[in-house]
């Protein structure tokens, strides 16, 4: 059985040609009754440099982090390269894939996915004497 360090592994890209890595970031997943809110470290990435999709019943993760070389310099020797990220999770039929919100600050990656309103807890009023 893997340990909870298994998910700091650098995993191989399989869909990419030239046999490049990508990080898996860790993420925190919290559940209310209005939906999933969820948590992730991308350090280095920035919105332009993120891309997040929904093919069929799957959210897709990607990003890409830039390291900035100072004027005037010139990498000779990097064990600090541009870190790509990549992380799949599987939708639920109860969340709302068409009101998804994203935010990220800092390399924090914040996502908000509603559940759908038929799916959502509600009160019955009781009536009687």
Same mark, same amino acid.
């Given at each position: !059985?893997? $340990?909870?360090?298994? *998910? $700091? @592994? @650098? +995993?191989?890209?399989? +869909?990419?040609?030239?046999?490049?890595?990508?990080?898996?970031?860790? !993420?925190?997943?919290?559940? %209310?009754?209005?939906? /999933?809110? !969820?948590?992730?470290?991308?350090?280095?990435?920035?919105?332009? #440099?993120? &891309? /997040?999709? /929904? %093919?069929?019943?799957?959210?897709?993760?990607?990003? +890409?982090?830039? =390291? &900035? =070389?100072?004027?005037?310099?010139? /990498?000779? *020797?990097?064990?600090? #390269?541009?870190?790509? *990220?990549?992380?799949?999770?599987?939708?639920? $039929? +109860?969340?709302? #894939?068409?009101?998804?919100?994203?935010?990220?600050? &800092?390399?924090?990656?914040?996502?908000?996915?509603?559940?759908? $309103?038929?799916?959502?807890?509600?009160?019955?009023?009781?009536?009687?004497?």
């Amino acid at each position: !059985m893997p $340990d909870q360090n298994s *998910y $700091d @592994v @650098v +995993e191989k890209n399989q +869909e990419k040609k030239d046999q490049s890595f990508f990080k898996v970031p860790k !993420m925190d997943i919290f559940e %209310d009754q209005n939906g /999933i809110t !969820m948590c992730g470290d991308l350090p280095g990435v920035t919105k332009e #440099r993120l &891309n /997040i999709t /929904i %093919d069929t019943d799957h959210l897709i993760i990607e990003g +890409e982090a830039s =390291v &900035n =070389v100072p004027p005037n310099l010139q /990498i000779l *020797y990097g064990e600090v #390269r541009t870190p790509t *990220y990549k992380r799949v999770f599987g939708l639920s $039929d +109860e969340l709302n #894939r068409d009101d998804i919100s994203a935010e990220i600050n &800092n390399g924090v990656l914040k996502l908000h996915i509603p559940k759908i $309103d038929a799916i959502k807890p509600k009160k019955i009023a009781v009536k009687g004497v």
